[in-house]
């Protein structure tokens, strides 16, 4: 069987990752990776895949920048050829990002098989281009493999078979856990940023570049000012994302001195810092995800969220973004050691085993 696995994001290469592993021992598989270029931000370099233990993919569409229907466009059109020319079995696409969608179409579209993983997850907020890219990719998908409770029931609501819906853990922790038991071995020393986090002692860590976030001046004002009042309490590690360093330029807002800006990390680096902070405050839905596995406490900047198993589990509190909620949430949970939760079922590395044991008819 012939499967292309599809990227086209940091994140989607996270996914991936296990899932092309746990292939590596399979003689009836044939995984071709599908680097869309989707994320035009960031070089995509050797490093990078190196960490993943990644081969360079196997095809290379360059999407680059523009609109959404722009960018989906031009990854429908190169991802048609390859399929044309490869003809694959199976299209695997993982995430909610743009790429997601447009592999999902042409597949179909080309009578061929398509398997969505992190299928199921709902915000219900219409305004976020990943809720679109959810629903419209799960319309056409013949495999739904799931990652929470959630997912389930979302897609039986929808009316989708229950025959094609499969609970199987969450690839993004597989990654997780192999990452950090890789980092157990490499030591502080192998990081640039080492030095700084033995001289710091305790730290919160932050991620923030969603649109609703930083590209509202207002908004954005009043997130930084409540950072640097948090960073008084407790110094803040920020690696700022290219999005909002250009709109903390745009509209010339400072950040305190205790809160250390770094470049985006990669994703090993980023973990040897947030595993052992006091606590995470981000607005990424994956980061959510990865401190809930690591039972670390978490402030979610935003007013929903497509995963709430993080809520309910324990470890992560809804803040929004306004002010007053933010410090309320880092009050109340830097005085709860009861915020640390628990970790969701199935959660334990082996997501991409139960994958591929479906894929292949004994699962």
Same mark, same amino acid.
């Given at each position: 069987? *012939? ?21 590596? #021992?399979?003689?009836?598989? !044939? ?15 050797? @490093?990078? =895949?190196?960490? &993943? ?19 989906? #466009? ?44 992190? @299928? #199921? ?8 281009? !990943? ?50 038991? &890789? ?7 192998? =990081? ?21 976030? $930083? ?5 954005? @004002? ?15 590690? =920020?690696?700022?994302?290219? *999005? ?21 990390? #990669?994703?090993?680096?980023?973990? =040897? ?57 880092? !009050?109340?949970?830097? $005085?709860? !050691?009861?915020? *640390? ?15 591929? @044991?479906? $894929?292949?008819?004994?699962?």
């Amino acid at each position: 069987m *012939r499967v292309m696995l599809v990227a086209g994001a940091r994140p989607n290469f996270m996914k991936i990752a296990p899932i092309f592993h746990a292939a590596a #021992g399979l003689d009836d598989i !044939e995984c071709l990776i599908v680097h869309t270029g989707q994320h035009y931000d960031y070089e995509m370099s050797q @490093a990078f =895949f190196d960490d &993943l233990e990644l081969p360079k993919p196997d095809f290379f569409l360059e999407a680059g920048s523009g609109s959404h229907a722009g960018q989906t #466009g031009k990854i429908m059109i190169a991802f048609e050829k390859v399929c044309e020319g490869q003809k694959p079995d199976l299209v695997m696409v993982v995430g909610d990002v743009n790429s997601t969608l447009a592999c999902s179409i042409v597949a179909k579209k080309m009578l061929i098989g398509v398997a969505h993983v992190e @299928a #199921g997850l709902r915000s219900f907020d219409l305004e976020m281009p !990943e809720e679109i890219n959810r629903m419209v990719t799960d319309a056409i998908s013949d495999y739904f493999f799931v990652t929470e409770q959630s997912g389930v029931d979302n897609l039986l609501h929808e009316g989708k078979p229950k025959e094609s819906i499969y609970l199987v853990g969450h690839v993004m922790i597989d990654n997780l856990l192999r990452q950090e038991q &890789l980092l157990d071995n490499c030591g502080s020393d192998a =990081f640039p940023t080492g030095s700084l986090k033995k001289m710091l002692g305790d730290y919160l860590f932050l991620t923030l570049h969603r649109p609703s976030n $930083v590209d509202d001046r207002e908004v954005l @004002a009043g997130i930084v000012a409540t950072l640097n009042e948090i960073s008084a309490r407790l110094p803040i590690i =920020f690696p700022v994302h290219p *999005r909002t360093r250009k709109m903390l330029d745009l509209y010339d807002l400072q950040l305190a001195d205790t809160i250390h800006q770094l470049p985006p990390l #990669g994703f090993r680096e980023s973990l =040897f810092w947030w595993r052992d902070a006091v606590m995470v405050l981000t607005d990424s839905g994956g980061l959510q995800e990865e401190t809930t596995a690591l039972r670390i406490p978490c402030i979610t900047l935003r007013h929903n969220t497509e995963r709430p198993i993080t809520v309910e589990m324990g470890s992560n509190v809804l803040a929004g973004n306004r002010p007053a909620d933010i410090i309320a949430a880092f !009050e109340q949970t830097l $005085v709860g !050691e009861c915020r *640390r939760g628990q970790v969701p079922p199935l959660w334990d590395g082996k997501a991409a085993e139960r994958i591929w @044991a479906v $894929v292949r008819g004994s699962g």
